[in-house]
């Protein structure tokens, strides 16, 4: 075994123990709104689809969630009791009630879109440029292998490239 094998299994092992310590950090920060929430699975579902989407019919929300409408009309009474959705006239056609985020529900997605980055851009500010540069010419690296990996349109498609240390829009 010569010492570039040596070495090269060394670093793969230090990087894998140092992004399983990050990957759980985030995890957690990500994760602590939904589990503080006691939404259930079907209607964080329900949130996130009107968050992207915006307001949305009962046939919408029964298509995308891939269940009945009586199963969204009890998902929907469960939301509007708590605050998080409202229902509304569609504008367009007064027969058909949308179902809409209401200020508690763009609330929750901004706290869990907020829980996500906030630490992550405190961290990143907190390492010196030499650190956040080997960060970043890493990371592209990575990015690289990933996107060579996946190929185009794979499960990472239209994430954008990552600038390289140096570059305009990189972290240096």
Do not use: N
Request: charged letters at 25%; a negative charge.
């Amino acid at each position: 075994m010569t010492e570039r094998p040596a070495e090269q299994h060394r670093l793969i092992e230090e990087a894998r123990a140092a992004g399983e310590v990050v990957a759980k950090f985030f995890v957690h920060q990500q994760l602590g709104p939904i589990l503080a929430s006691a939404l259930t699975m079907q209607q964080l579902r329900l949130v996130a689809l009107l968050h992207e989407h915006g307001p949305l019919g009962g046939h919408d929300l029964a298509r995308h969630l891939e269940v009945s409408m009586p199963t969204v009309t009890g998902i929907v009474d469960r939301l509007v009791e708590r605050g998080m959705v409202d229902r509304r006239a569609d504008p367009a056609d007064r027969r058909v009630r949308l179902t809409a985020l209401s200020p508690a529900g763009e609330a929750f997605v901004a706290e869990f879109e907020a829980a996500g980055w906030g630490p992550g851009a405190e961290i990143l500010e907190s390492l010196d440029v030499a650190d956040l540069r080997a960060l970043t010419r890493g990371l592209t690296a990575m990015s690289r292998a990933v996107e060579e990996r996946v190929g185009e349109g794979g499960c990472c498609a239209g994430s954008g490239p990552v600038a390289t240390a140096g570059e305009p829009g990189s972290a240096t």
